[in-house]
């Protein structure tokens, strides 16, 4: 009789095999860059994102984890140079548009309006055919080539959409608690120099009020004598 874990090795076993095989047989239909990058001050870093073919849908999405106010200046241009996106001092944002154009897209970001602070930046741009879209209707109404035969890569291919989005909300999440965190530092770091130049105002203090007294004493003997 199996033991019960030589039972959970050879599913997952299964499930890998699985996972190989729907990979193997299944066009690759997305392409994406996931990176972190840190924008020096008064730097203008851009990245490049190759389309092959019209009407694909083009994902971006980023975010400021360090530095500063936390803010960039983002442009973002297709092939022609035309400006598909423009943002001034934005924190994050996740924005889908269709790219109509075959080429090299740009996504730029400036950090311009900072003296000296470096800005660490969390972004990531994906492409994907709109016909994937149009597959998917047609094996759910039982009328695609393959309606009955690749129920395995639709699910596979929703579950990678769904990792997706959680991939998106522990961003987001983490982006606030590096927010937040910043916050914390700097309120500790203005009670300390607001106690510090308060001790040193109450020192001040003390010793014109003993430097007062000392002269007051020292005035009044010299009269009397």
């Given amino acids: 009789m199996p ?7 050879s599913l997952a076993l299964m499930a890998l095999v ?6 193997t047989f299944s066009p690759a239909v997305v392409d994406a860059t996931a ?19 019209p009407k694909k849908k083009i994902a971006f999405y980023f975010a400021v984890q360090s530095g500063g106010s936390f803010d960039i200046d ?8 035309k400006q598909l996106l423009s943002l001034e001092k934005e924190r994050q944002g996740d924005y889908v548009f269709t790219g109509n154009e075959v080429g090299e897209y740009s996504f730029c970001f400036s950090n311009d309006m900072s003296t000296f602070a470096e800005k ?7 492409i994907e055919h709109e016909k994937r879209a149009a597959q998917m209707e047609a094996t759910e109404k039982g009328t695609g080539p393959q ?3 690749n129920a395995m890569d639709e699910s596979l291919f929703r579950l990678s959409g769904e990792l997706n989005q959680i991939d998106r909300m522990q ?3 983490k982006t606030r608690e ?16 607001f106690s510090l130049s308060e001790s040193a105002l109450i020192v001040v203090m003390s010793a014109m009020q003993v430097f007062v007294v000392r002269t007051f004493f020292s005035s009044g003997k010299r009269s009397y004598v």
């Fill in 3 to 9: 033991s019960p874990l030589s039972a959970a090795a």
């Fill in 18 to 23: 699985a996972l190989l095989s729907v990979s």
């Fill in 35 to 53: 990176l972190t990058y840190n924008v020096a001050a008064h730097e203008r870093a851009c990245f490049y994102a190759w389309n092959d073919i």
């Fill in 74 to 81: 983002v442009d973002v241009r297709d092939p022609n140079q």
């Fill in 120 to 126: 660490a930046v969390d972004f990531e741009i994906s």
């Fill in 147 to 149: 309606a009955h035969t």
């Fill in 171 to 173: 961003k987001y999440f």
């Fill in 178 to 193: 590096n927010r937040n965190f910043a916050t914390v530092i700097s309120t500790e770091s203005r009670i300390f120099w």
